[in-house]
T-cell receptor
Framework: KAGVTQTPRYLIKTRGQQVTLSCSPISGHRSVSWYQQTPGQGLQFLFEYFSETQRNKGNFPGRFSGRQFSNSRSEMNVSTLELGDSALYLC???????????????FGPGTRLTVL | AQSVTQLDSHVSVSEGTPVLLRCNYSSSYSPSLFWYVQHPNKGLQLLLKYTSAATLVKGINGFEAEFKKSETSFHLTKPSAHMSDAAEYFCVVSLNAGNMLTFGGGTRLMVKP
């Protein structure tokens, strides 16, 4: 099976712009989660989608949003970009149905966003 | 609330010597615990996971971890380090509340020839 894929791999934007990142989960996986990785804050949970519904949300401002399509592919959007949004954004997929803590999440290679 | 503390931000070992990466967790519930590895410019790869079936968990590439409830620890070990083990390692906890992973701060493992 192909792994989790993320596009684009690299992005450069300027402050105030918005950006959309895409994630295709492993075939058959219905849960997609997003994480932000920065040197200062480490890895932080953004949100999780399951069957096109946001099931969990981390502590991020409303500028960060996402959605999931019927084929389980997911996008996240960041509006009004700030310098502090520069980060590696990781997507993970899981085959969970019940959202059990024992489910393994498989990560994609990430999208590195640079905000100038 | 749950949290994870990785006790060392950097660990340096010589090739062929044992590896010990330390992790303590805090959780009000019965947690699931994971170790992930991240090589430079790569995503996260699962090394192993603990889900209460056995306290000693064997993972890939010769790594293993032992869950000690009394010490709230989940340390990662490997008997003999290889140059390819140089990477950043994350201890992760998950509650019975969906796919919300809480990550430790990471330990960068350096392997000297």
């Amino acid at each position: 099976k192909a792994g989790v894929t993320q596009t684009p791999r690299y992005l450069i934007k300027t402050r105030g712009q918005q950006v959309t990142l895409s994630c295709s989960p492993i075939s058959g996986h219905r849960s997609v989660s997003w994480y932000q990785q920065t040197p200062g804050q480490g890895l932080q949970f953004l949100f999780e989608y399951f069957s096109e519904t946001q099931r969990n949300k981390g502590n991020f401002p409303g500028r960060f949003s996402g959605r999931q399509f019927s084929n389980s592919r997911s996008e996240m959007n960041v509006s009004t970009l700030e310098l502090g949004d520069s980060a590696l954004y990781l997507c993970a997929s899981s085959s969970t149905i019940a959202g059990h803590s024992t489910d393994t999440q498989y990560f994609g290679p990430g999208t590195r966003l640079t905000v100038l | 609330a749950q949290s994870v503390t990785q006790l060392d931000s950097h660990v340096s070992v010589s090739e062929g010597t044992p590896v010990l990466l330390r992790c303590n967790y805090s959780s009000s519930y019965s947690p699931s615990l994971f170790w992930y590895v991240q090589h430079p410019n790569k995503g996260l790869q699962l090394l192993l996971k603990y889900t209460s079936a056995a306290t000693l968990v064997k993972g890939i590439n010769g790594f293993e971890a032992e869950f000690k409830k009394s010490e709230t620890s989940f340390h990662l070990t490997k008997p003999s380090a290889h140059m390819s083990d140089a990477a950043e390692y994350f201890c992760v906890v998950s509650l019975n509340a969906g796919n919300m992973l809480t990550f430790g701060g990471g330990t960068r493992l350096m392997v000297k020839p």
